[in-house]
């Protein structure tokens, strides 16, 4: 039985992974210091003979017993609330947290693929954003926390590649949805909808023209899956190329809850990308990849799973608590 590591496995796409692997019937240790994550995303597979439970922050030494095949690297802070709020430990994960599993993924000669984001093209001045670009970021800006974290995880994965010859992957996501993502986390499309399961008028930033594209989760797991097993060692991006503005996604919101509740504008936040589309053919190419769940299906699915919460959930305003460091 192979046997993988997943960091950020209590996390949004961590959890899915774990459900993913366990499935292909792989022997999965999943890894989480719980900062952002839930355990109540894994407690299904607790029972499992197959699957371990480490708490643990990767920033500090990493050890696992016995031999590894695969290292998924997710543990990171990932939406915008969350890398604001815990800054230094943003920078710390992506950066000292990359650097222990690269150097496990060495001892163990194990291949390692590591979550990277289109935010390392920051705000892009090139539409859509291929794989070749080098991006547009504010290192000193706030959103700089996690930008250049995921650019320093990019640059040291690539040098133990080179240096070390070990064998690496670079995933870098665009924005993907899908159940178990959190009510607050401050991203736009749970914001929506939890806005509009609580009745209240939905925000939209600026005049709503900036442009994002959402990919449902099991698309992005199917390409991960694809990209682990494939030989390519330069960063790939992963995403939905099906773009839409955030006044017509506003609509489109409203449409599928029902809600009664009007838009309202908001300024734009400090150095908001305004537009985010993945030139997806390198993926096309290489992994004979490209999403099959459309935005009305996934979001029908991504609807069903934030109605099926409890009001405490939906009313939650506070963050988990972390070695006495309240996350609000
Ligand atoms: N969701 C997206 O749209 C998206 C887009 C681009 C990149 N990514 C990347 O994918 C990964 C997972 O994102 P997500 O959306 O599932 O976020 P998430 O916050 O749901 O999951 C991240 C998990 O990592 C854990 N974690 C954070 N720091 C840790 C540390 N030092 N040690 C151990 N565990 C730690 C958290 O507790 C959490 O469970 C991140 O690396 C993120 O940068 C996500």
């Given at each position: 039985m192979k046997k993988v590591l997943i960091t950020g496995a209590a996390g949004f796409l961590g959890s899915h992974l774990c459900d993913r692997f366990i499935k292909e019937g792989y022997h999965v240790i999943g890894m989480d210091n719980l900062i952002t994550g839930n355990l109540s995303n894994i407690e299904h597979l607790f029972k499992?003979?197959?699957?371990?439970?480490?708490?643990?922050?990767?920033?500090?030494?990493?050890?696992?017993?016995?031999?590894?095949?695969?290292?998924l690297h997710f543990a990171s802070p990932a939406s915008p609330i969350d890398y604001l709020k815990i800054p230094i430990q943003t920078l710390k994960v992506g950066s000292l947290g990359t650097h222990n599993l690269l150097g496990l993924a060495k001892a163990k000669k194990a291949r390692i693929l590591v979550a990277s984001t289109s935010e390392v093209y920051g705000d892009p001045t090139v539409h859509p954003q291929t794989e070749g670009y080098w991006g547009n970021v504010n290192p000193i800006g706030p959103r700089g926390v996690y930008d250049e974290a995921k650019r320093f995880q990019e640059a040291i994965t690539m040098a133990y590649h080179r240096y070390h010859g070990l064998e690496t992957r670079i995933i870098r996501i665009f924005n993907t949805y899908g159940p178990r993502m959190r009510l607050n986390d401050g991203r736009v499309l749970p914001a929506f909808i939890g806005q509009a399961l609580r009745g209240e008028d939905i925000t939209v930033f600026g005049d709503g023209s900036q442009t994002r594209s959402f990919c449902y989760v099991d698309d992005l797991v199917e390409g991960i899956y694809r990209l682990l097993l494939s030989d390519f060692a330069e960063p790939v991006n992963i995403g939905n190329p099906d773009e839409i503005s955030m006044l017509d996604f506003a609509a489109e919101i409203i449409k599928l809850t029902g809600t009664n509740q009007k838009v309202v504008f908001e300024p734009l936040p400090k150095d908001d990308p305004k537009q985010r589309q993945p030139d997806i053919s390198l993926a096309r190419k290489l992994l004979g990849w490209e999403p099959k769940i459309d935005r009305a299906e996934g979001l029908k699915r991504t609807y069903a799973y934030f109605k099926s919460l409890s009001p405490d959930e939906l009313y939650k305003k506070e963050h988990n608590t972390f070695e006495g460091y309240i996350v609000k």
């Open positions: 499992l003979k197959n699957f371990e439970f480490y708490h643990h922050d990767v920033s500090k030494f990493v050890h696992v017993p016995g031999e590894l095949d695969y290292i």
